[in-house]
Structure formats: structure tokens, C-alpha cells
């Protein structure tokens, strides 16, 4: 059995180095926006993943400083990230052709984001 759950420590070492060389706003981008958000997503169905959740938050909160992650949050919100729906659905879907079980799934999807948010942001 692999310790796939464990994936996030990588995911935060190489954080490092996307913000050493890219900057604050694509390493933010990178762990929250696209690592953290699917980790709790698995999380939900996974035991294991939500077990490794409070580890790899305080992670997070560790790399950045709060005004940072705030910062992301508010990008996100005004649109400056991609569409926090199509981060887990990995395509460019025209919204006027989603079904009800896309919008449902959608808003599991936003769920999550905000769940996120207060996790990081307390």
C-alpha cells in the first residue's frame, strides 16, 4: 500500500521552489488553488486523506503568511483564478451548457472552497 494520502508534503516542498522562483501569487495558486482544493475533495470519501488535513493546513499556514492566503482567496472571488468549478472539473465547459448535475457538483465544488478558507484563514 502506497502512502498516496502523504502527497501533500511533496506538494509543499515543491511550493518552495514555484515560490522562490515564481513568486508568492502562483505558489498560493499552486497549493491552494489546485492541491488543497482536490486533497478535500478526496478527503471526503477517503479516511485517510482527512486524517493527513490538519497536518497539511498547518503546512500552509506555515509557507504563507496570512495576508497572502487572504490575497488568494480575494483573486479568487474576483475572478483573477481560474473558475473555482472548472480547477476540479479540469475543463473549459461553456456554463450555459452545464447540466444540473455539473451546477450540483459545482456547488459541492464552492463548498469546498470556502470550507478551505476558513480552515487557512480560521
Not at 513568486?23 to 493527513?52: N, Q
Not at 444540473?100 to 478558507?117: M, P, R, S
Request: proline share 4%.
Amino acid at each position: 500500500m502506497t502512502d498516496f494520502h502523504k502527497i501533500w508534503i511533496e506538494q509543499c516542498e515543491a511550493t518552495e521552489g514555484i515560490k522562490e522562483q515564481f513568486g508568492t501569487k502562483d505558489a498560493t495558486r499552486y497549493l491552494i488553488g489546485e492541491k488543497l482544493l482536490r486533497f478535500m475533495e478526496v478527503s471526503h470519501e477517503r479516511p485517510e486523506f482527512a486524517e493527513e488535513l490538519p497536518k497539511f493546513i498547518a503546512e500552509i499556514k506555515r509557507i504563507f503568511a496570512p495576508h497572502a492566503i487572504v490575497e488568494f482567496f480575494e483573486d479568487l472571488q474576483a475572478g483573477k483564478v481560474p473558475d473555482p468549478a472548472k480547477i476540479f472539473r479540469g475543463d473549459d465547459s461553456d456554463e450555459e451548457k452545464l447540466s444540473e448535475h455539473e451546477v450540483l457538483d459545482d456547488a459541492d465544488k464552492i463548498l469546498i472552497i470556502e470550507n478551505a478558507k476558513a480552515l487557512l484563514l480560521g
